[in-house]
């Protein structure tokens, strides 16, 4: 699986923002899907958001219209722009490429570290 990285995570307090960054040394294009995902505490992984090279971006409901995940090519970097942040977006999120935008769980061997973001009440 490609290597990404990501940064940017955060405490911050309801209704805050931040940006995530997800980083290669090869090409972000290059991959089909670029996908973020997110595990709270003692919650199962979800998906949060999914760009795809080509097509219409995927989101959670639960994020839908709060967050924006965007690819820039030329710094071969995926962004996740978290708006009007609850408490509830609490957790660590994680950075995969994915063949495509629906793809299970299970095609994932490793998650690493991740990046925290921690919105507090």
């Known amino acids: 699986q490609v290597q990404l990285v990501e940064s940017g995570g955060g405490l911050v307090e309801a209704g805050g923002s931040l940006r995530l960054s997800c980083t290669t040394s090869g090409s972000i294009f290059s991959i089909p899907v670029v996908a973020w995902y997110r595990q709270a505490p003692g919650k199962e992984r979800e998906l949060v958001a999914a760009?795809?090279?080509?097509?219409?971006?995927r989101y959670a409901d639960s994020v839908k219209g709060r967050f924006t995940i965007s690819r820039d090519v030329a710094e071969n970097t995926v962004y996740l722009q978290m708006n009007s942040l609850k408490p509830e977006d609490t957790g660590v999120y994680h950075c995969?490429?994915?063949?495509?935008?629906?793809?299970?769980?299970?095609?994932?061997?490793?998650w690493g570290q991740g990046t925290q973001v921690t919105v507090s009440s």
């Open positions: 760009s795809p090279r080509y097509g219409s971006r």
């Open positions: 995969k490429g994915q063949p495509e935008l629906y793809t299970s769980l299970d095609y994932f061997d490793s």
